[in-house]
């Protein structure tokens, strides 16, 4: 049975030349060899979880398939997953040779989006797979973001803001499907636009564990980054002196590289040279 949203988006449970066809029973539950039907080329799911699939293949184990699966004919023999990949997978752990399924009557745009609302309607996708769904329906049906928002009952930002991840690049995505990163930091990366910033910042986010507002406050001093101090130039010191300052800084320049905010103050005097260095108990990157 489609998903009441089907409705909102053209689907019907029969169409036209199913009416004319008093033999055809949209309903009726069939069963169909397993090794027969192929998964849904518009699934939006990337990622599904074999524990989960090992759980629910124990329950069908022990209770039986209590919901059919949905398939539309490719050919005499071959059939397309519309829903239900998860008990497709269970049950082909199982071992099971054929499956309970009903047949639909459906074309690849009908397929697509049945799979994308399914799926949507179940709030177990990664934030890039929905942002995903979204913007394909947006595609199939040729909606703007706030016509898509109005069927699916959600606001036009939330559309917007999902959509918008899809910009950033592949390893910031991939990192948000992992679980490496949250939607929140995410967000944060799009004010950057440099996509080899985005990825910098990234890998600081994962290697220093930063939160959301250690990210926010990183990529502001990206963005702004404070004006460095002059360096006095080294006047009257030898050759000796001038190499250990120069040591120095470079060593400085190091610390300051792994993310530890030091204030260095350096001051020429008749006598001495001097280089004040404080380094903050409680560090903002850290």
Known sequence: MLHPFGRLFGLGDKSDSDNDNEEYNPDEVLQIP?????????????????????????????????QPIVVRRLNEEDFELIAGERRWRAVQTLGWETIPAIIREMNDSQTASVALIENLQREELTVIEEAMAYAKLIEIHELTQEALAQRLGKSQSTIANKIRL???PESVQQAIMDKKITERHARALIGLKDPEAQEKILQ?????????????????????PAPKKKKPKLKGVNKDMRIAMNTIRQSLDMVTDTGINLETNEEDHDDY??????????????
């Open 204 to 224: 600081e986010i994962i290697e220093k564990h930063l939160n959301v507002k250690q990210t926010e406050e990183r990529i502001a001093k990206l963005a702004n």
């Open 34 to 66: 397993v090794q027969r039907v192929q998964p849904n080329r518009y699934q939006p799911r990337a990622i599904f979880n074999s524990e989960k699939i090992k759980e629910l293949a124990q329950t069908i184990h022990t209770h039986g398939m209590i």
């Open 166 to 168: 899809l910009k950033l």
């Open 273 to 286: 040279y001097q280089i004040t260095i404080k380094i903050p108990k409680k560090n903002s990157n850290k």
